[in-house]
């Protein structure tokens, strides 16, 4: 008899582990690790995950009283190891084991059962099935047929397929009716009819030129350091990391491109995350011009049935190279060898719901559990992993640091320009662009070259505020202040998506809800401003484009907007922090930064390095090509040691001053950080459970190794969303304790209270 380990999705902290049940002989040959079964589970019927299969049972386990496996209800999604690494994020991450699994099953697999006519159990899925397309082609008898005159639809039919092959489908759009034609025609024998799979998601052609990666004539000598360090790592098999640490522009491309060729020539496969879904057009045509149709592709944007068939072509062995997403990273790839994360230092590599993981830690075990290497490439990297690499190892695998300090041919790194607007601001003037910026734009436009604006905020102000009694709109769900957007005459709140039809002053309409006063005015600027004003300043034949969440919202619009930024002779981008990075357009000469203060002053340690990060990036995409380019700040803090340091591109000054900070207020490098957040309708309610949270641990803490620190429970600096009151604890612990675990067993402490839930982030990255 055989026994499977099996997971119950019952995503609750009381059901903590896995469960044995016994393997029926009639599943002998389908239950494995991996598989999707349905179980009995305290008198009732659950969906469960099998981690694994033994063959005895742990000793003092009655074999008698062991249920049995009632059904298998999906083939497996992953192996021994997928569910090893899952098991490590339920314990580092404190989630439900069973809430991890779930990011490795097929792509809109539900947990919802129910049964079919033959009354067995099946598992609902959501439109995820393959699609079989017919297709129709000629067979040797019927390409010397020659229709009646009168079968008018026929004859279609026959000269169609007179030059090949053809999709029924497509065939029946020409011809209408051309499907019973079809049918009518194979049954004679003079037509023949296959049916083949059809991949979908692979993607249109795209026209950016940005989107192939022509081999280089030679590698530069940080490129060739780069491919060597990642070789040792490869050769290790034991999850070495490589941190690439290359100036924007470098060529970190090349260096992952070189080192998926020397692993695949190992018989091995690849994954390669990055960060935005605009960059997804741009890398997957780069990664497909080199190993073609070897590459699947796995984001958000693609339906369930695309995701569907682009995992599948990784889980059946037809790809071996995986472009996507954080969730790329749990792709079914079998002898993965090597884990490439682009852009490592990027927020969007931290889920920001359950389970709260970090692609750049899961993808370090998933790398240590495979014997594979681990590649992270930046510009600008994250301070844990610079602490990392200066250490040379963490969790017992080592880190090497590799710096690309040169761009490859002629290109340079641009000039930069500090802009004070505190010396240059006009109360009369209102322009969002200081004179240098302004003169930079027009002086670009005369010379049909290219420019990029950043600014992190989209809307056309930030809040609507009464010039009378002072009252700002605030979304009556949230403790948040609207944005107003003027193409929609509308305030809209950018935390739960909100929105109410106003106009500001000076409509005659506008009125404040709380004086009724007209002056209700807009402050603060806005995509929709800037893009506005661009268009009030250039010249008509200039083309303005705008790339926000507003814009970009359906499918396809990253990649169309950059293709017409691409195709444009002379245009003006517009964006948040989605065009900061990873974009390689060699005829942009400028790049400005409406208001470098955007992230620099708000509530979170991280302010200083993501405001770095950000300008860092974004000022990288100017003089990519053989033109010189320069970049222009507006900033009201030209003194702060992170926007200086970008004007000298030299990290080290600014890097000595925020470790500083950071070793003298206990926070990540030097710590580990965790964020506890509670919420629920009741203020009362959520005070007492977080009161009581913060005792408990506290408690559990005292007198253990190493600093500890327990700060609150305080209100969120959003205090109130959709309704609910929101209530959080901070924990502070030294670098190597095992913090998801401590904290998941003080959740679990505390009496269920109804109303209130908790979110446990360990090493979070959203202190709001």
């Known amino acids: 008899m055989r026994y499977a380990k099996v997971v119950p999705d019952i995503p609750t902290r009381a059901i903590d582990g896995c469960f044995d049940y016994a393997i029926p002989d009639a599943l002998a040959g389908s239950c494995d690790v991996g598989c999707t079964v349905l179980v009995s589970f305290a008198h009732r019927l659950a969906v469960g995950y099998v981690v694994d299969v033994v063959s005895e049972l742990a000793e003092g386990v009655n074999p008698l009283r062991v249920l049995p496996v009632e059904r298998v209800l999906a083939e497996p999604a992953f192996d021994r190891v997928g569910a090893r690494l899952a098991q490590w994020m339920a314990a580092e991450y404190a989630a439900p084991a069973s809430v991890c699994l779930r990011l490795m099953l097929a792509p809109g697999q539900t947990t919802r059962v129910h049964k079919d006519e033959a009354g067995e159990w099946r598992l609902a899925v959501d439109r995820t099935k393959a699609v079989d397309d017919r297709w129709a082609q000629l067979s ?89 360090a990642i070789a040792r790592a490869t050769d290790a098999g034991c999850g070495d990391v490589v941190l690439v640490d290359g100036v924007t522009g470098s060529g970190k491309t090349e260096v992952y491109l070189d080192a998926i060729e020397r692993v695949r020539e190992r018989g091995r496969s690849a994954i390669v995350l990055v960060p935005e879904i605009s960059l997804t057009a741009q890398t997957v045509g780069r990664f497909r011009s080199r190993f073609g149709d070897d590459v699947a592709i796995l984001h958000s944007r693609l339906s369930s049935g695309e995701r569907f068939d682009q995992w599948d072509l990784a889980r059946s062995g037809r790809v071996h190279v995986v472009v996507g997403a954080r969730s790329a990273l749990f792709a079914p790839l079998s002898n993965v060898g090597l884990v490439i994360v682009d852009e490592e230092h990027e927020g969007s590599y931290k889920q920001d719901q359950a389970p709260r993981y970090h692609a750049r830690e899961a993808a370090a075990e998933l790398a240590r559990l495979r014997g594979a290497a681990l590649v992270l490439g930046s510009a600008t990297p994250s301070l844990e992993s610079l602490e990392r690499c200066r250490a040379g190892s963490w969790r017992g695998v080592r880190w090497t640091r590799v710096s690309m300090p040169e761009r490859p041919g002629g290109s340079r790194l641009p000039s930069v320009r500090i802009i004070d607007m505190r010396s240059t601001f006009s109360p009369k003037g209102g322009s969002v662009f200081s004179s240098p910026l302004r003169d930079a734009l027009l002086d670009r436009a005369e010379k049909r070259e290219k420019s990029v604006l950043l600014l992190n905020r989209r809307g056309f102000a930030s809040f609507l505020m009464c010039r009378e009694c002072g009252c700002v709109p605030t979304c009556p769900h949230c403790s948040t202040a609207l944005t107003y957007h003027e193409r929609t005459h509308s305030l809209a709140c950018h935390t739960c998506g909100s929105a109410w039809p106003v106009r500001a002053y000076p409509d005659p309409s506008t009125k404040c809800p709380n004086c009724g006063s007209r002056y209700l005015a807009q402050y603060g600027v806005g995509t929709q401003r800037v893009e506005d004003e661009l268009r009030m300043l250039l010249p008509e034949d200039v083309d303005v484009i705008r790339m926000d969440a507003d814009t970009t919202a359906t499918k396809g619009a990253h990649t169309r907007l950059l293709e017409q930024f691409d195709a444009s002779e002379c245009a003006v981008l517009v964006g948040t922090q989605m065009i900061a990075k990873g974009l390689d357009f060699p005829e942009v000469t400028l790049v400005g930064v409406v208001n470098a203060d955007t992230t620099l002053k708000l509530p979170d340690f991280r302010a200083a390095e993501r405001t770095y990060n950000l300008l860092e990036q974004v000022a990288g995409r100017a003089g990519r090509g053989e033109r010189p380019g320069e970049v222009i700040i507006q900033t009201y803090w030209a003194t702060h040691p992170a926007i200086s340091a970008v004007a000298t591109h030299d990290r080290s000054s600014y890097l000595g001053y925020e470790l500083e900070q950071r070793d003298e207020a206990y926070y990540p490098p030097y710590s580990r950080l965790a964020n506890l957040t509670l919420a629920g309708l009741s203020e009362r309610a959520v005070r007492e459970r977080a009161s009581a949270l913060a005792a408990k641990i506290r408690a559990r803490v005292e007198g253990m190794e190493g600093e500890w620190e327990v700060l609150g429970p305080a209100e969120c600096v959003r205090s109130k969303v959709k309704d609910r009151y929101r209530r959080h604890i901070v924990v502070k612990a030294p670098v190597d304790a095992e913090l998801g675990p401590l904290l998941d067993e003080c959740a679990r402490a505390l009496p269920a209270c109804k109303g209130v839930t908790l979110a446990i982030d360990v090493d979070a990255y959203d202190m709001l």
């Open 140 to 228: 040797v008898t019927g390409r010397g047929f020659v229709p009646r005159r009168n079968a008018s639809r026929q004859r279609r039919v026959v000269e169609a397929l007179a030059a090949g092959p053809m999709r029924v489908a497509e065939l029946s759009a020409m011809v209408p009716g051309a499907g019973s034609v079809v049918t009518a025609l194979a049954k004679r024998g003079l037509v023949e009819v296959e049916h083949r799979r059809r991949i979908r998601g692979a993607g249109e052609p795209t026209s950016l030129s940005s989107a192939s990666a022509p081999r280089p004539d030679h590698l530069t000598d940080g490129q060739l350091a780069a491919l060597d």
